[in-house]
């Protein structure tokens, strides 16, 4: 029988697959001594199981690219760590442990000294317990941590992700993430947008779900239908072939919209570069330090940087320094004391304290530029007064970037965008948290939604704001929050003034059909009619009403 379960909508697409559940924790070994005869066998089986742990990895990474690659190949290295196989053998040969006890003994004793020791070296405290994991799961016959590898493509059903899973998500097989935890702006949720993979978290009932059964995940709609019937299982699917994006973008009087892809890592970057994106609108750089205790050195950041530009050559890049603080603490430049981080020391204010750490940053975001083929722009984000927007742009300029921007994400900016802009060469609006400090609503806070959305006409106020602002001096304004990737939404922002809208690559084939079917003109009057209402929800019925024939056809 059909039955649906609902949750948080946080990465759109529908998709139909079989459902693999995340492994649950490895459980710890009991302390059991073994028979004097059994030492050398013990021995020889952790040597075995070890070096198992090891060669599958490194086959595991070898088929990854990017992140996920690397993320495996360290934990590669670790399972044939001379330090780990030494004291977990002393154990096995002095305490009579079994290996699988053992092992667990020896990783946790050298995690514990590494946290002891500071960043950077307490950061490897947790791959050290992932391939202690691993082995005792081989010698054990347990489930191994991690993403599994079913071999076939899947819906993963998990708790949560944790963010060196994400790293090891293939979207290629990964059709769709349910997850009963987590909130809208998660690490995982935003993984999941910027592999394109359709998501729902904070999914009622979703410790049920068993593995094999299928089930059509709406990550637009926020469902999971179980048992789905057969027609909705292909249109799912016909949909998604459907929905592909040829670009570019333009509304049906031929104005061209650049339709740009929001990227977090080379791996997103070349999903989006696959789906057509005209371009990077927003590359938020401090994913490539997520988790970091310590400020990566130059070369680190060049590398990370090339491999997302390498897939856009001859394309915009629109890369975003630092955006550290609130729901994204950085340690080596955020405190973790204060009061209210969403209204701290974050994104370009870290800036005032830490100049070294940007200009570190500038200079690798410059020696990439000069290596490959994309044109690449440049932004702050949080950005509140005109004297940042300049203060930036001089940082740039002294790096030869000379596309420098800013993101409009503060209202304070959107009120003053004719002096921000007499400064910044163009300008995006964050409305993710525009609409935060617009309506004074914590973005991660599900009970809040209702004020958190774009369609508020004070937010589009702030917009066309922008835009009128930035139109003075002829500067281009795009939109890189989560509204871009709102295809009834879309056409309003184009007629509030904005020209480049960037989003997750799953959402570009909709909101390119939804403007290729709307003239300019039209677009101007469906912004004209939203701010003219009351309340979001008469903005968004309105919108909607006027392109309900376009919406029903597009199955939108
Ligand atoms: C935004 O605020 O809309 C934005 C794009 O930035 P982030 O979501 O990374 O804060
Ligand atoms: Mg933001």
Known sequence: MTSTLTGAPVSPGRVAGVVVTMPPPVPEPPTTRLPADDVEDAVERLGAAARAVQERLTEQAGRLSGTAADVLAVTAAMAADPTLAAESERRIRDDALTPERAVWDAAGGLATQLEKLGPPLSE?????????????????????????????????VAEDLAPADTATLDPETVLGIVTSEGGPTSHTAILARSLGIPAVVAVTGADALTDGETVLVDGGAGSVVRNPDPEAVAAASHREAARRFHGPGRTADGVHVQLLANVADPDGARVAAEAGAEGVGLFRTEFCFLGRAAEPSVAEQVSAYRRVLAAFAGRRVVVRTLDAGADKPMGFVTADDEPNPALGVRGLRTAVGHADVLDRQLEAIAEAAAAEEAEVWVMAPMVATSEEARDFVAACAKHGLEQAGVMVEVPAAALRSRWIFG???????????????????????????????AWQPAVLDLVRATCEGAAVHGRPVGVCGEAAADPALAPVLVGLGVTSLSMT??????????????????????????????DAETARAVVRGRLQPLLDELAL
Do not use: K, W
């Open 423 to 453: 400064h910044a060469a163009f300008g995006s609006l964050g409305t993710n948290d525009l609409i935060q400090y617009t309506m004074a609503a914590d973005r991660m806070l599900g009970e809040l939604a209702a004020l958190s959305t």
């Open 505 to 534: 690559p799953r959402a570009l084939g909709d909101v390119a059909a939804v403007l290729a079917a709307t003239t300019s003109g039209e677009c101007a009057e469906l912004a004209r009619i939203a701010c003219a209402q009351p």
């Open 124 to 156: 490897r405290a947790r791959d050290v317990r992932d391939v202690r994991d691993r082995i005792v799961a081989e010698l054990t016959g347990a489930r191994p941590p991690g993403v599994p590898e079913p071999g076939h493509p899947f819906v993963l």
